[in-house]
């Protein structure tokens, strides 16, 4: 589904991704772990199609199209979900607006009939309590006043409403408490656990790894994958720490 | 009486108005000032959209009585030059809450001039500007408040934001306060900025195409000044005047 090749990037002349090459096919959630600097939200930046990273070499292939000549509105309605590892304060828009114009445009896109205002509605209603997000929440303005925590929470009910066929989840556990991690883990695994969907999960520790359990772990350091494996990897890095398991 | 002659950019209150546009206006217009008499305890609301083809001056003297109010939203998108002015002045206890919105782009000046008097105790003023340009073009904002000796309790405000969509555009804001009570609250702020290019960034990456994420981020900017406007069709009617003119704009 997707296909990454010898990904080279850099934000202004520094380059972070130095060669990456991974591949993430229908059905799969894909861990990528890795130390600070590796190059993790570089990566999760340049398949979101962020300004101010420029791909130097390589290529991104998405469901067969070049995901590097879309910009990231077309990304997004071709089916890709960039979460936020610090979801952005948009004062003055109410998360309903924003998420029933984002769900419009990606479906006017796809040459589908916009949802109305019940319909939505309806919609949000559905994947707010999946999250255990109280509707109150959704009515006031995208993510102004909300604690780290239900920022996070907010991205996996944008997913559930958007449902898109590939999510990158950029640190999507960090500032969850214990609860809040089990909710944020339960809906990845009950709105992207499908044969026709995939996740690449960038994580820093095992405990979302336990909810969520990836079929595929990869070690991101120095810009390029390192190693790949199974789960077990995730838990031999958790005893033994990056340097060991690399060494 | 006649003014007869066009001010020029000396006089403080035409600092920055657009002096070619005045002189195809004509000195003439200048001496057109709408009077409007709020009396005691009495409300007005006044919501209009303002600006042409050709350059106007619209210039409003208002007096409120004891205890009353008014209350003007103004969306100023003159593909011309365009000076939207009030000069009020408030008895006890009155009340003024100006919202007003600049948009456009075209190298034009768009420009709101505003003196409020506090002439007795307990009044209050309350103002809130939007500026919204590109293509070369100026919003302005000036604003004077005159608190008088005897006007205690006096409490004013005044915000003015730009945004500007590139480079070229322009926003003035100048607050002028005049205080000669010693119990008064004088609130006055401007910033001036561009589109937050996070948040821009966030609503694409959820499918937003950039047109519709200006719109949303301009509306949500402009929305502060109609924030006091309680009919919510008027809301609507002004926000939309305000953002078909965004129509065109720089992305």
Redesign the interface.
Known sequence: MLEITNLHASVGDKPILKGLTLSVPAGEIHAIMGPNGAGKSTLSNVLGGKPGYEVTEGSVTFRGEDLLALEPHERAAAGLFLGFQYPVEIPGVSNVQFLREALNAQRKARGQEPLSGGEFLKLAKDKAALLKMDMEMLKRQVNVGFSGGEKKRAEMVQMGILDPAFAVLDETDSGLDIDALRIVGAGINSIMRAPDKAVLLITHYQRLLDVVAPDKVSILAGGRIVETGGPELALRLEAEGYDAVMA | MTTATLPTRRDEAWRYADMDGLKRLGAAALDQWQVIDVPAGENLTRCLVVGSDAPEVQRLRVTLGEGASAAFFVVNRGGDYTRFEVEVRLARAAHFEFGGVTIGGAAVTREFVTQVTHAEPEATSNQIIRAVHWAGATGNFLGEIKVARHAQKTDAAQDFKGLLLEAGASANAVPQLEIFADDVKCAHGATVGEL????R??????????A??QR??V???I??AFVALEDEAERERLLDAALAALEGAKL
């Open positions: 937050d290019e996070q948040a960034f966030y609503m694409m990456a959820r499918g937003v195409d950039p519709t994420a949303l981020l509306q949500a900017f929305g502060d």
